[in-house]
């Protein structure tokens, strides 16, 4: 894609005087969007449930005041669209991102970025910004896999890639299929059972998703945006056994112990210091054991652990480096196996390809983000997002992060208006490049 020469440094802000209080408007969406999911902590707004319904029919209301006009998808997505925007069919680009939560969760993920869009596109169309490709606001449904164990299922289902084993999936409470629920919300089915996409892509010039940044990075470094250069992919193991032996912890010597947890202990040590090594010669990775435990049905303090039970996950940019990490992990346990006489048991592996971001589109958001006088930085995004489902398709995709305190997915997210508010600066600059 091409884009215009970015704008010199120095540039003043666009000027604000004859818009609307954009950041009164966002705080009253908020507000009023957390009143409708509210739970015993945070909020909850589970995918295709009646909340997420509302909360999207509650964004359509907001768009009519401004004059805006909207529509749903064939996947039940809110599009919100300009007044001149003539035909639903036309080529266009969308800023936009999710409006489910997870359970007891913050009000921010996801939300903020349908905010943004929508305060974005309320600007531009407030100061007559002409758009030779129409921007729209599109706020998607399910993207978080707490609800059904799959992620972006809006963003799938509509490039057909929403396949049978997820659509049979049960809800979290077991109150039905992931299926069942979405036909509920009134989508016809059969396309995406059919593995047929809902939108045709060539026709969807460019996605733009803003997000709150889910780790410390931008805290730390007093960045209010950022923008995001890639989307990690991950391989994940949920349960790995380490079989050993049980035995009297007084009784057996070192040298005839078979424990598990002294074993595990050593292989997830060892993927440690292989991460530091791979770090130090620039390599992306992030490693993480979220789940360490033995059976306390089974196992004592004065006994040793005859099996240990954990979970692996390995995240990187780089294909190449997942997978060799994923052999290294392999070979370890065969060592492991041999010097401590145990046996690990893997189950099936779960992956996810990491998903390449359009160089254009980040040179861009640093463009804008210097033009408003902001740090022109960049970092990559360890966390998944609809947007990796958009550049998987061939969408020339964006991301723009802001800033939060206190991680995410949980009550006490933490992202200041006026950091969306200069989020959104640098949004209208990209869409004018954009839509021109």
Avoid at 26 to 37: G, M, N, P, R
Avoid at 245 to 274: C, K, N, Y
Avoid at 327 to 356: G, M, Q, T, Y
Wanted: glycine share 8%; aromatic share 6%; hydrophobic share 45%.
């Amino acid at each position: 894609m091409s884009l215009s020469t970015p704008i010199a440094e120095g540039a003043r802000p666009i000027d604000t005087a004859d818009l609307p209080d954009l950041a009164g408007l966002a705080e009253k969406i908020f507000a009023d969007v957390a009143a409708l999911s509210p739970d015993v902590l945070g909020v909850s707004r589970p995918a295709y449930s009646s909340i997420e319904s509302q909360t999207l029919a509650y964004l359509e209301t907001v768009a009519e005041e401004f004059g805006l006009q909207s529509w749903r998808d064939a996947g039940d997505n809110l599009v919100i669209a300009a007044p001149d925007d003539a035909s639903p069919e036309a080529p266009c680009g969308y800023f936009g991102s999710h409006v489910d939560s997870v359970p007891q969760g913050g009000n921010f993920d996801g939300l903020a970025g349908v905010v943004a869009a929508l305060l974005t596109l309320i600007a531009l169309v407030r100061e007559g910004a002409p758009m030779r490709v129409p921007l729209r606001v599109l706020a998607l449904r399910g993207e978080e896999s707490a609800w059904f164990g799959n992620a972006y299922m809006g963003s799938q289902a509509l490039f057909g890639r929403l396949g049978e084993k997820a659509l049979s999936t049960r809800r979290r409470d077991g109150r039905g299929t992931l299926a069942e629920a979405m036909r509920e919300t009134g989508i016809a089915m059969a396309r995406i059972e059919a593995g047929e996409p809902l939108v045709d892509t060539q026709k969807i010039r460019f996605f733009l998703e803003l997000h709150i940044e889910q780790g410390p990075v931008l805290v730390e470094r007093k960045w209010p945006v950022a923008a995001v250069t890639g989307i990690r992919g991950n391989v994940r193991h949920q349960a790995v056994q380490c079989i050993g032996q049980a035995g009297h912890s007084g009784a057996v010597p070192r040298w005839l112990r078979r424990d598990a947890v002294f074993a595990t202990s050593e292989l997830i040590m060892r993927m440690d210091d292989h991460w530091a090594t791979i770090q130090q010669h620039g390599g992306d990775l992030v490693l993480t054991a979220g789940i360490f435990q033995t059976d306390p049905a089974r196992h004592a303090m004065s006994r040793i652990p005859g099996e240990c039970t954990f979970s692996f996950e390995a995240r990187s940019q780089d294909s190449g480096t997942l997978r060799a990490f994923e052999e290294l992990l392999k070979s370890e346990c065969r060592i492991i196996e041999r010097e401590r006489r145990v046996k690990f048991v893997f189950d099936e592996a779960v992956r996810a390809e990491p998903a390449e971001l359009d160089p254009a589109m980040v040179e861009a958001i640093l463009a804008a983000c210097a033009a408003e006088g902001l740090p022109a930085e960049a970092i990559p995004s360890g966390a998944g997002h609809d947007a990796a489902i958009f550049a998987q398709a061939g969408v020339p995709t964006g991301m723009l992060f802001v800033r939060n305190r206190n991680g995410s997915h949980n009550p006490d997210e933490q992202m200041e208006v006026d950091d969306l508010i200069a989020a959104v600066g640098v949004m209208r600059r990209v869409a004018r490049d954009l839509t021109q």
